[in-house]
């Protein structure tokens, strides 16, 4: 089943690799390697996500914080059947 997702991510930037570490304060945490500097760390962002969650990359839309390094993402068209809960 498909289904369409929001999530509230914290990325910290300009880590050695992109990786999802846990989960801290209801956040899904993911250091990235890239730098936020014109949009670079959130076009990483969402070429992760859309390989994490085998999505299409125009499947998933920052809807808040496009600026910031907390952000509210929707991703669309999840397999709900193959994601993984993350445990704090």
Known sequence: MKKDI???IKVITNAK???VVGK???KLVIKLNALPIQGKANKKLVEFLAKLFNVRKSNITILKGAA???KK???RGVDIGKVVEIDE
């Open 6 to 8: 929001i999530l509230d």
């Open 17 to 19: 690799k992109n990786e």
């Open 24 to 26: 801290r304060d209801g």
């Open 68 to 70: 910031a390094h907390i």
């Open 73 to 75: 993402v929707e991703v």
